[in-house]
């Protein structure tokens, strides 16, 4: 492989490592990049945490949701991986935006999901706190906060970010095999037993997600935005291939398959556990069941079904999985995040000191930014609410609101650019299904999705006048604003810096 079109100083990159340009050429096989993809979706954590807000949403029909999600998102890889066999690069969703819809449009992209990656990574750093906290003083009796378990895991997964990526992997990896065994032995041992009232296919129908009467009588109200936003936050990363590029053996093959088996593996995954959940207590009584764990009877609802179904000894496991779960989590999420920075630095949106490598040819300046950036986060909701229970329901909670609209957003703009880019750059590649309709379908979906986010966030995050919901929407606007005034900026001061933007890949020769 060689680089095309590089930026200022690429080539004396190559000969010094340790400045800006490329990270580590063959580094990953497919193993690795899938155990990075599916860790950032956190199955584990995906299904303690969002099957009980998809259940607050959806009712007892969340695993239709799941399957809404599956299907949407299946639809916006078949556009998303054709363009990946074009364009190549750690920069992901801000190369696909600056090919197709322009340098301007690609810089806003950039920065907004750049930063909306470093705010699930405070996110899923809370959640993780949660867990520890609650599960400790469950196991020992020492109650500690749970910014103690924040602070001790971000400096931990500081540490790992730091060193070579393939020992990242095999970290994840370890984690990510043992956090799927564990609801897949739950889940098969409910259906064994045949559920609380009966295996029934209506969780399955997506018509019962509207107006669910078992949400209605458990929380007073029904909203299908609240149990969309639950399903597709839970594959959020699952389109991290393009990311890892640079670093992966054989990029064209393992971005396509990184990202349809993680898509719909996941998809299959979320639907058998959250069916498994809602026929192990019964329709009524799953739901029921989500509204006494908010009111504090319990810190998960599934901890009494694995005690149920299976023993006390499995509920002990997930319990100490869904601390490592979401630990894995943040650091996949960590690591694309610093993928992001380090692109937007490489190119000088961004200080070009975020461009840098190390002598291992990781992103380590932006690792250690990103590093900063969640600490000052962190500790800004802490001061703001430091019980361990607002870690879950505020730093936790409210943050996936804003990244995940942002991802939304930027999904939808990736399907415009995929359009555009095979209508005029890539006539070559042009279909009329994988470049056109399946982009077209995915993104009104996209849409669609961030319209019922909108509509719906008061209710989700219990919090009508609190200024960060209130302002959520435009919080999300104006990062991406503030990358479209960068990239103006730059195109009036240095057209020369300007043109390379978004135009860093590689040439595939297998392409």
């Known amino acids: 492989m060689t680089a095309t079109t590089d930026p200022p100083g690429a080539t004396a990159l190559t000969e010094r490592p340790a400045e800006h340009g490329r990270l580590t050429d063959g580094a990953l096989g497919l193993p690795s990049v899938l155990f990075c993809i599916v860790t950032g979706a956190a199955p584990l954590t995906a299904m303690l945490f969002n099957v009980p807000v998809a259940v607050q949403g959806g009712g007892y029909a969340a695993p239709a949701a799941f399957l809404i999600a599956t299907v949407a998102l299946t639809i916006f890889s078949v556009g998303y991986t054709a363009m990946s066999r074009r364009v190549t690069s750690a920069g992901g969703f801000y190369t696909f935006v600056s090919r197709g819809l322009g340098r301007v449009t690609g810089v806003g992209a950039g920065l907004l999901i750049g930063l909306c990656y470093i705010v699930f990574v405070a996110a899923v750093i809370s959640v993780m706190g949660y867990f520890a906290a609650t599960s400790i003083q469950t196991w020992t009796g020492l109650e500690l906060p749970a910014w103690v378990y ?119 995954f979320y639907m058998f556990v959250s069916y498994a959940y809602v026929v192990g207590w019964g329709p009524d009584a799953s739901v029921q069941a989500v509204s006494d764990q908010f009111s504090g009877a319990f ?8 005690d149920k179904y299976v023993g006390t000894p499995l509920t002990t496991v997930i319990q100490l999985l869904a601390i490592t779960s979401s630990f894995a989590c943040a650091m996949a999420f960590f690591n694309t995040g610093a993928r992001y920075l380090f692109a937007l630095g490489r190119e000088h949106v961004l200080p070009p000191v975020l461009g840098s490598v190390s002598k291992r040819h ?35 909670t409210w943050s996936p609101l804003l990244g995940v609209l942002g991802i939304l957003a930027v ?23 994988t470049t056109l309709v399946a982009p077209v379908l995915g993104g009104l979906a996209m849409a669609g999705a961030c319209y019922l986010l909108i509509a719906n966030r008061s209710t989700l995050a219990a919090a009508e006048d609190v200024p960060f919901i209130t302002l959520l929407p435009w919080a999300v606007l104006a990062m991406f604003v503030a990358g479209l005034v960068i990239a103006l900026v730059m195109r009036s001061r240095r057209p020369d810096r300007y043109a390379r933007l978004g135009h860093f890949t590689l040439e595939l020769e297998d392409a």
Request: charged residues 10%; hydrophobic residues 55%; aromatic residues 10%.
């Open 150 to 268: 924040m602070a001790v895991g971000l400096a931990v997964m500081s540490a790992l970010a730091w060193f070579h990526i393939e020992l990242t992997a095999k970290v994840l990896g370890v984690m990510l095999v043992a956090e799927v065994l564990a609801p897949l032995v739950l889940g098969v041992s409910i259906l064994v037993h045949g559920g609380a009232q009966g295996l029934s296919p209506a969780p399955l129908d997506p018509a019962e997600v509207l107006g669910n009467a078992g949400a209605i009588k458990a929380f007073g109200s029904a909203a299908t935005g609240i149990a969309l936003f639950a399903a597709f936050w839970s594959w959020v990363g699952f389109e991290m291939a393009p990311n890892y590029a640079e670093e992966s053996r054989d990029p064209v093959r393992i971005a396509k398959i990184a990202t349809y088996g993680s898509v719909i593996g996941l998809g299959v």
């Open 411 to 433: 999904q939808a703009l990736v399907c415009v650019a995929i359009i555009r880019y095979f209508l005029t750059t890539a006539r070559d590649g042009f279909h009329w299904f």
């Open 362 to 396: 990781n992103p380590a300046v932006a690792s250690m930014t990103v590093t900063v950036i969640v600490a000052l986060y962190i500790v800004g909701f802490t001061v703001y609410d430091p019980s361990t229970e607002g870690a879950l329901l505020k730093l936790g």
């Open 299 to 306: 810190a998960s609802a599934f901890y009494p079904l694995s």
